[in-house]
């Protein structure tokens, strides 16, 4: 690492390095210094400590959908979320060198990833094996060579861990997208310019009466406010205190977000704001 690298302000993410996260990290903040941590929970962690400037978290996959645990800790975090990130995924099938591809026996990654690539395991007649995660993967083989043995996982790995990439973007679909936030412990970050289209991250719970959720939801529709995410999680193991995460286009300033807030705060037992970001442009590209 240079002195510029040891000195620049740290961004944590989830995995090893080599990752999709890393690899993330170092397309979209390439001043940033990549901060690996073990748990969703330790990068979290490391941003509300003040070891990381920012955060960068996977929250969706095109293909696998939400990405588990993330949304409980969303709101627990303290943290605020001040960006997105859409990245496509693209795996590579990587061996130690001299490893010739027809020799490939077993391919380690993610149960994501090999449920991702299952045209390439099924033409190498190759055996699936499970890791933790795909950079894991790439590290373990580095460290314990075997000419038999192959792993799938981002390019950032091979470069990392010296590793020979024998067949690149073996992904099934080239659609494969992980959307990332960004996130920081500043308690009121500033607010991005009116110029740019806007997206609004919140949470609440409505009270346990009936058509509660009808009607907390109802503001958004009269006032013309397109909700583009809600998904509901289980808090603490009961079972009738449903939270809600929820995204809509534009900020709270507007006239027809802040009545459909107004109205929602009837019927909510809990609501909070988890950030106000701009819009990525691939939400563009990928709905035309």
């Keep these: 690492m240079s002195a510029a690298q040891a000195t620049a302000p740290a961004i ?3 995995g090893e390095l080599g990752s999709n996260s890393d690899e993330a ?3 979209y903040f390439p001043d940033h210094r990549p901060l690996p941590c073990q748990t969703f929970e330790d990068a979290f962690d490391a941003v509300a400590r003040g070891r990381a400037a920012l955060g960068l978290i996977p929250v969706e996959n095109s ?4 990405v588990a645990d993330v949304h409980h800790l969303l709101p627990r975090s303290g943290l605020k979320i001040v960006g997105e990130r859409f990245k496509p995924i693209r795996f590579q099938l990587m061996a130690g060198r001299g490893t010739a591809i027809g020799d490939v026996r077993v391919v ?3 149960v994501m990833a090999l449920g991702q690539c299952r045209r390439l395991l099924k033409e190498l007649g190759a055996r699936a094996e499970i890791a933790a995660d795909t950079a894991g993967a790439a590290k373990a083989l580095a460290e314990r060579p075997d000419p038999h043995r192959a792993v799938l996982a981002p390019a950032l790995a091979a470069e990392l861990y010296g590793l020979e990439i024998l067949a690149r973007n073996v992904e099934d679909d080239p659609t494969n997208t992980t959307r990332f936030l960004v996130m920081t412990a500043e308690r009121a970050p500033p607010p991005p310019p009116f110029t740019q289209r806007c997206v609004t991250s919140f949470v609440f719970r409505v009270r346990n009466v009936p058509a509660a959720l009808y009607k907390a939801l109802g503001g958004f529709a009269t006032n013309g406010v397109n909700m583009t995410k809600l998904e509901s999680y289980m808090e603490g193991g009961s079972f009738t205190a449903t939270e809600f995460y ?6 709270p300033e507007e006239r027809g977000l802040a009545l459909a807030f107004e109205e929602l705060g009837f019927f909510c037992s ?6 106000v970001y701009p819009a990525d442009p691939y939400r563009d590209r990928s709905a035309g």
């Design 12 to 14: 944590a993410f989830q």
């Design 25 to 27: 990290c170092r397309l």
């Design 63 to 66: 293909l696998a959908g939400r």
């Design 108 to 110: 380690s990654s993610h």
């Design 246 to 251: 929820a995204e809509v286009d534009g900020r």
């Design 270 to 275: 809990r609501f909070e704001v988890l950030g």
